[in-house]
C-alpha cells in the first residue's frame, strides 16, 4: 500500500471537520525517539538545540496554526 493510499484511507475514517485543522508531522530521531523537525501543509521547522521536546512540540503546533503569510 502507498503512502498516499493510506493517508486517503485514514481521512476517509477522520470525524467530520478533522481535515479543516492542521496536521503535523513529527520526525523523530531513530534511536532516541525525540522529535527533531516537524512538517505541516505550507510549512516546517527544525527544534533548536537547547529547545525541550515539549517546547519544540507547542511551538510547531502553533507555527502550524498560524495563517500563511502572503509577502
Known sequence: ????????RLEAKAPDG????????FICDGE?????GAIWAGGGCA???HETADSFEARADAMATQPLSRA
Not at 500500500?1 to 486517503?8: A, E, F, I
Not at 478533522?18 to 508531522?25: E, G, K, N, R, Y
Request: aromatic content about 0%; charged content about 40%.
Open 18 to 25: 478533522a481535515a479543516d485543522s492542521p496536521t503535523v508531522i
Open 47 to 49: 527544534r533548536e538545540d
Open 1 to 8: 500500500m502507498t503512502l498516499r493510499t493510506r493517508l486517503r
Open 32 to 36: 532516541t525517539g525525540e522529535p527533531r
